[in-house]
């Protein structure tokens, strides 16, 4: 018996048929630079009343505690 091949089945596909199809990768995410927050300050001071005593900063034993309770307004830090 004889098989029957059909001439559709015998023929070249033409060239342009067996070029392959080349997909590119989509491109990366843009870079995002994550940066830790500024570090919270710790010139402060420790009373509400410090500014009212500021000519104290520097003076014998009020200056040693204002030193302590008013850095910020004694300008001991930044």
Do not use: W
């Amino acid at each position: 018996m004889a098989s029957k091949v059909s001439k559709a089945m015998t023929e070249k596909l033409p060239e342009k048929a067996l070029r392959p199809i080349i997909i590119q990768p989509p491109p990366p995410p843009p870079l995002v630079i994550i940066r830790p927050p500024p570090p919270v300050s710790l010139c402060r001071d420790n009373h509400v009343d410090c500014p009212k005593y500021v000519n104290q900063c520097f003076v014998g034993d009020y200056g040693k505690v204002m030193r302590i309770q008013c850095r910020k307004t004694c300008r001991y830090c930044i």
